[in-house]
């Protein structure tokens, strides 16, 4: 399995900005796809955006372009810049590297950053 570890949450109020970190145990060329995930209190894990091998990235339309996906591919690491930050913003955001195929085929999660916008 592919291990991946976020950092980077914390507290801000409305407006604010964080940027999240993911660094993955292998280098980032050799999975299919890395993205950014987060679930909120009582609601369903959401996709927030994920970037492929390739680069191409795909964002929910809540972010609205306030977030952006991309990668330090020296570090192996993903990251997410969270701009212009709303209360329902509020959640742990997990990330996830997904591979399609060979001996860590699958979803691979992080243990969860929270994030928390205040009003």
């Known amino acids: 399995q592919v291990q991946v570890v976020e950092s980077g949450g914390g507290l801000v109020q409305t407006g604010g900005s964080l940027k999240l970190s993911c660094a993955a145990s292998?280098?980032?060329?050799?999975?299919?796809?890395m993205g950014w995930y987060r679930q909120a209190p009582g609601k369903q894990r959401e996709l927030v955006a994920r970037?492929?091998?390739?680069?191409?990235?795909d964002y929910a339309d809540f972010t609205k372009g306030r977030f952006t996906i991309f990668r330090d591919n020296a570090k192996n690491t993903v990251y997410l810049q969270m701009n212009s930050l709303k209360p329902e913003d509020t959640a742990v955001y997990y990330c996830?590297?997904?591979?399609?195929?060979?001996?860590?085929?699958?979803?691979?999660w992080g243990q969860g950053t929270q994030v928390t916008v205040s009003s």
């Open positions: 996830n590297a997904w591979m399609s195929s060979g001996p860590y085929a699958g979803d691979s």
């Open positions: 292998r280098s980032i060329f050799s999975i299919n796809s």
């Open positions: 970037m492929n091998a390739g680069g191409s990235r």
